[in-house]
C-alpha cells in the first residue's frame, strides 16, 4: 500500500495515492465497524496515548475507540490537569513520553506548530487531532471518505466551504485535499471570516450564499470559531443565520442532489437550520462521524506499519 508518511501531521504532506491508499483501508474498517465482530488485531502490543490540550469530546472518544477496536493499548492523559499547566515545557512532556514507550501519540493543541514540535521529539508515530488554526487532518480525510461515498468519486466537484473560514483548521485541511484530489472550492461567507486572499489560493471568494451554492455537488458548513475571535466578526448571531446560516431556501440554490456537511458541534438556528441537518436525504453529518472512526483506524493502522518497519530496520542494522 503506498503510505510513506511517519507522521500524520497535517493534509499538506500527503500525496494524492496515499490520501487514496488510506481512504482505501478506511473503507474496510467501515465494514468491519459494521460486523458483529469490530475487533481487530492490526495494534495489537502497542500503546497508543491520546494528549488533548483542548477539550474535545468528540474527537477523542472517535480516536480512543478506534486505538481500542484495533486491539492497541490506550491511555488518555488528562491534559487540563497535567504538569503543564505547572509550568512544565513541551520538550520535557516529550522526554516524560518517551521514557514511556509509546507507539502512537494522538495530539490536540491549541498552538499552531505544537505537533509538529512534539513530533521532532518523541520516538513514536505521532497523529494530528488539531492545532490551533493551521490543521485538522483526520477531518479532512474523514469529510473525503464521506464525500466519496456519497458521491461515487472525489475528484473534479463543485464544493461550496460556507463560514467561519478564517479562524478554521477543517477549512485549511479540507482546502488542501480537496485541491490534490482536483475539485472546484467555493468560500462563501462575510468579508470578515472569509478574507479575498483566499482568492490567491485558487478558491472562488463569495459573500452571498446565494451565489456561492449555485450548482455546488458539495455544501461544507462551518461552526462559528468564537473562542478564537478577538473581536466583532459578526453583527450579531442573528443576522449571522439570516444572511448564512443554511436553510431550504439558500440549499436550493445547489444542485438537486448535493449533500449536506459540518463537522460538529453544530450551532443549530445560527450555522444551519435544524431541519436541514436532520434530513436523512441531504444530510450526510451522521456518515462523518461514522467515518472518523473507520479513517483514524486507517491512520493509525498505517502509521504503526511503517513505524514497525523502521523499528525493525534498525534492529537489522
Same mark, same amino acid.
Given at each position: 500500500?503506498?503510505?510513506?508518511?511517519?507522521?500524520?501531521?497535517?493534509?499538506? /504532506? @500527503?500525496?494524492?495515492?496515499? $490520501?487514496?491508499?488510506?481512504? &482505501?483501508? *478506511?473503507?474496510?474498517? %467501515? !465494514?468491519?465497524?459494521?460486523?458483529?465482530?469490530?475487533?481487530?488485531?492490526?495494534?495489537?502490543?502497542?500503546?497508543?496515548?491520546?494528549?488533548?490540550?483542548?477539550?474535545?469530546?468528540?474527537?477523542?472518544?472517535?480516536?480512543?475507540?478506534?486505538?481500542?477496536?484495533?486491539?492497541?493499548?490506550?491511555?488518555?492523559?488528562?491534559?487540563?490537569?497535567?504538569?503543564?499547566?505547572?509550568?512544565?515545557?513541551?520538550?520535557?512532556?516529550?522526554?516524560?513520553?518517551?521514557?514511556?514507550?509509546?507507539?502512537?501519540?494522538?495530539?490536540?493543541?491549541?498552538?499552531?506548530?505544537?505537533?509538529?514540535?512534539?513530533?521532532?521529539?518523541?520516538?513514536?508515530?505521532?497523529?494530528?487531532?488539531?492545532?490551533?488554526?493551521?490543521?485538522?487532518?483526520?477531518?479532512?480525510?474523514?469529510?473525503?471518505?464521506?464525500?466519496?461515498?456519497?458521491?461515487? /468519486? @472525489?475528484?473534479?466537484?463543485? $464544493?461550496?466551504?460556507?463560514? &467561519?473560514? *478564517?479562524?478554521?483548521? %477543517? !477549512?485549511?485541511?479540507?482546502?488542501?485535499?480537496?485541491?490534490?484530489?482536483?475539485?472546484?472550492?467555493?468560500?462563501?461567507?462575510?468579508?470578515?471570516?472569509?478574507?479575498?486572499?483566499?482568492?490567491?489560493?485558487?478558491?472562488?471568494?463569495?459573500?452571498?450564499?446565494?451565489?456561492?451554492?449555485?450548482?455546488?455537488?458539495?455544501?461544507?458548513?462551518?461552526?462559528?470559531?468564537?473562542?478564537?475571535?478577538?473581536?466583532?466578526?459578526?453583527?450579531?448571531?442573528?443576522?449571522?443565520?439570516?444572511?448564512?446560516?443554511?436553510?431550504?431556501?439558500?440549499?436550493?440554490?445547489?444542485?438537486?442532489?448535493?449533500?449536506?456537511?459540518?463537522?460538529?458541534?453544530?450551532?443549530?438556528?445560527?450555522?444551519?437550520?435544524?431541519?436541514?441537518?436532520?434530513?436523512?436525504?441531504?444530510?450526510?453529518?451522521?456518515?462523518?462521524?461514522?467515518?472518523?472512526?473507520?479513517?483514524?483506524?486507517?491512520?493509525?493502522?498505517?502509521?504503526?506499519?511503517?513505524?514497525?518497519?523502521?523499528?525493525?530496520?534498525?534492529?537489522?542494522?
Amino acid at each position: 500500500m503506498s503510505f510513506r508518511q511517519q507522521h500524520l501531521l497535517g493534509i499538506e /504532506r @500527503l500525496a494524492p495515492d496515499e $490520501i487514496t491508499t488510506l481512504l &482505501d483501508l *478506511a473503507e474496510d474498517y %467501515v !465494514a468491519l465497524n459494521r460486523s458483529d465482530d469490530k475487533h481487530s488485531e492490526a495494534l495489537a502490543g502497542l500503546t497508543q496515548i491520546n494528549m488533548f490540550f483542548e477539550n474535545s469530546t468528540r474527537t477523542q472518544a472517535s480516536f480512543e475507540l478506534a486505538g481500542k477496536r484495533l486491539g492497541a493499548d490506550v491511555m488518555n492523559m488528562a491534559m487540563q490537569a497535567s504538569s503543564v499547566k505547572k509550568g512544565e515545557t513541551l520538550i520535557d512532556t516529550a522526554l516524560t513520553l518517551n521514557a514511556m514507550h509509546p507507539d502512537l501519540l494522538v495530539v490536540r493543541h491549541p498552538n499552531s506548530g505544537a505537533v509538529d514540535l512534539l513530533s521532532e521529539k518523541v520516538n513514536c508515530a505521532v497523529l494530528n487531532a488539531g492545532d490551533g488554526r493551521h490543521e485538522h487532518p483526520t477531518q479532512a480525510l474523514l469529510d473525503a471518505l464521506t464525500i466519496r461515498r456519497a458521491k461515487g /468519486r @472525489l475528484h473534479r466537484l463543485n $464544493i461550496a466551504i460556507c463560514g &467561519d473560514v *478564517a479562524h478554521s483548521r %477543517v !477549512a485549511r485541511s479540507n482546502l488542501l485535499l480537496l485541491h490534490k484530489m482536483e475539485n472546484r472550492i467555493r468560500l462563501v461567507g462575510p468579508p470578515t471570516l472569509v478574507p479575498g486572499a483566499f482568492a490567491e489560493l485558487g478558491c472562488e471568494v463569495y459573500d452571498s450564499m446565494e451565489e456561492g451554492l449555485k450548482d455546488v455537488d458539495v455544501v461544507m458548513m462551518l461552526r462559528l470559531q468564537k473562542e478564537r475571535m478577538d473581536g466583532g466578526f459578526i453583527p450579531s448571531e442573528r443576522e449571522y443565520y439570516h444572511r448564512y446560516g443554511l436553510d431550504a431556501e439558500k440549499l436550493a440554490h445547489a444542485a438537486p442532489d448535493a449533500i449536506v456537511m459540518h463537522p460538529g458541534p453544530m450551532n443549530r438556528g445560527v450555522e444551519i437550520d435544524g431541519t436541514i441537518a436532520d434530513d436523512i436525504n441531504r444530510s450526510v453529518i451522521r456518515d462523518q462521524v461514522e467515518m472518523g472512526v473507520a479513517v483514524r483506524m486507517a491512520a493509525m493502522d498505517l502509521l504503526a506499519r511503517n513505524l514497525r518497519e523502521r523499528r525493525a530496520a534498525e534492529a537489522a542494522a
